[in-house]
T-cell receptor, first 116, second 113 residues
């Protein structure tokens, strides 16, 4: 059972370059999300999705785009990377319910991004 | 604004000693509460969760947590720590009626042999 799979695990970019972090889950979860983890700041929500074709912004969405064309995949795009986007990125998924988050989040192993 | 506070950035305990990690939250409605553990280089794994009912919840690896509404707290405890418990621990709140979770800044646990 693969769970949540993120690629790549490590990436180095130059300022202004673009890239996509991939996230796939095989648990048929409707809810998927992206977090960034920075020292002393915990995890901050970037974007999330509650189903195919439905996305919304989290706490720190600027500089990132997402789309959700299938239940399984939720890629995160950096259009023009900046040094401030140096971080560890986590994808997480969960089942959803009408009243909001009711299940645990299942996390990928993370993608460490460095922007020079 | 909603927030989660973990006042201890680092905690060091001896193997076999008891452990309590503190978590306080600020949220107007009844929260969904979680504790996650992160080993170095890994993603987060759920230790336990509280949604409703008994305010003392049991989790994996011998951990438990108690929800105290009057103190807006959800402290994590373990009676006897093992060296393998060394990791970073995150408290999180799920905001009812939304699809958002708020995480604390984490507590890094070091275990002395």
């Amino acid at each position: 059972n693969a769970g949540v799979t993120q690629t790549p695990k490590f990436q180095v970019l130059k300022t202004g370059q673009s890239m996509t972090l991939q996230c796939a889950q095989d648990m048929n979860h409707e809810y998927m999300s992206w977090y960034r983890q920075d020292p002393g700041m915990g995890l901050r929500l970037i974007h999330y999705s509650v189903g195919a074709g439905i996305t919304d912004q989290g706490e720190v969405p600027n500089g990132y785009n997402v789309s959700r064309s299938t239940t399984e995949d939720f890629p995160l795009r950096l259009l023009s990377a900046a040094p401030s986007q140096t971080s560890v990125y986590f994808c997480a998924s969960s089942r959803t319910a009408i009243q909001g988050p009711t299940g645990e989040l299942f996390f990928g192993e993370g993608s460490r991004l460095t922007v020079l | 604004a909603q927030s989660v506070t973990q006042p201890d950035i680092h905690i060091t305990v001896s193997e076999g000693a008891s452990l309590e990690l503190r978590c306080n939250y600020s949220y107007g409605a009844t929260p969904y509460l979680f504790w996650y553990v992160q080993s170095p280089g890994q993603g987060l794994q759920l230790l336990l969760k509280y949604f409703s009912g008994d305010t003392l919840v049991q989790g994996i690896k011998g951990f438990e947590a108690e929800f105290k509404r009057s103190q807006s707290s959800f402290n994590l405890r373990k009676p006897s720590v093992h060296w393998s418990d060394a990791a970073e621990y995150f408290c999180a709140v799920g905001l009812s009626g939304t699809y958002k979770y708020i995480f604390g800044t984490g507590t890094r646990l070091k275990v002395l042999a």
